[in-house]
């Protein structure tokens, strides 16, 4: 019903910046809203921005706002985040997730995203 792939991670300094990709296929593509998440080694999942189809943003992670932008091509079925200043705090796997509804939630709650891609791996280090 939905497919996510990202790609876009990878090895990167502190204070460097990446923008991750999440290629989005199948029926709902057009009636879903998309979020990242986000797993650093031994944490919870933390849930970052949601963006809906018509361009609605959603910030789940409030200390991250500034340094994380979502957004979303329609005509290429693409949502993107935009990683500025990066550090290795946020180094983590980023997933990228389809909600079972045209809205995002309110709050991070993954019971509100049925659908998941396979998670790509950004690396702060110098």
């Known amino acids: 019903q939905l497919q996510l792939v990202e790609s876009g991670g990878g090895l990167v300094q502190p204070g460097g910046s990446l923008r991750l990709s999440c290629a989005a296929s199948?029926?709902?593509?057009?009636?879903?809203?998309i979020a990242w998440f986000r797993q650093a080694p031994g944490k919870e999942r933390e849930g970052i921005s949601c963006i809906t189809k018509s361009g609605g943003v959603t910030n789940y992670a409030d200390s991250l706002k500034g340094r994380f932008t979502i957004t979303r091509d329609n005509t290429q079925k693409t949502v993107y985040l935009q990683m500025d200043s990066l550090k290795p705090v946020d180094t983590a796997v980023y997933y990228c997730?389809?909600?079972?509804?045209?809205?995002?939630?309110?709050?991070?709650?993954?019971?509100?995203?049925?659908?998941w891609g396979q998670g790509t791996r950004v690396t702060v280090s110098s």
């Open positions: 997730v389809g909600s079972s509804g045209p809205q995002c939630t309110a709050v991070a709650d993954e019971n509100g995203f049925s659908f």
């Open positions: 199948g029926r709902l593509v057009d009636y879903t809203a």
